[in-house]
């Protein structure tokens, strides 16, 4: 069994990739202070996640996201793209980098670049596509990246 799936012609396919091009999503997603301190409740109670007070004290000056929130963000946005990726599963996160702080109110954005693409030897319809992702704030800083490789359907199979 081939376990192939089958994607709309329109979704992005495996020889839709570009190596070297960057691919800008536009849709935003903001901060809340009121998101940061559940998240961090739930996952990572550290007081500069979850007291405003005490994290004015801190290494940050104010409140900021915890790891454990921009993961979350960084993969939902990368999924905001016009046309959807055949994606058939992510098969790794690696080089995970926080930046910079995410603070409530920020606006961020997600871009990334194709830096490989190879077919896939096991799987004949689909190939082996890694990318850089990056999360922007609204001051164009990056604030958390990472190189995500995916499982992605071919078209000409």
């Known amino acids: 069994m081939s376990h192939q799936m089958h994607f709309p012609d329109d979704y992005i396919h495996f020889e839709d990739y570009e190596v ?20 961090a409740r739930k996952w990572d109670p550290q007081p500069f996640h979850v007291d405003p007070v005490a994290a004015k004290d801190s290494i940050f000056g104010g409140l900021v996201a915890s790891s454990a929130h921009a993961f979350p963000i960084f993969v939902y946005l990368g999924q905001q793209q016009e046309r959807k990726v055949a994606a058939i599963s992510a098969l790794g996160f690696d080089k995970l980098r ?20 190879r077919a896939s030897a096991s799987r004949p319809f689909a190939g082996i596509v890694r990318c850089e992702g990056r999360l922007l704030n609204q ?9 995500v490789a995916s499982l992605v359907q071919r078209r000409d199979q």
Do not use: N, W
């Open 20 to 39: 070297g091009h960057v691919v800008q999503i536009a849709t935003p997603y903001v901060v809340t202070e009121e998101e940061i301190i559940s998240m």
């Open 139 to 147: 001051r164009g800083e990056v604030v958390f990246s990472g190189e």
């Open 98 to 117: 926080f930046s910079a702080p995410i603070r409530p109110g920020d606006e961020l954005r997600y871009e990334y670049c194709c830096l490989e693409k």
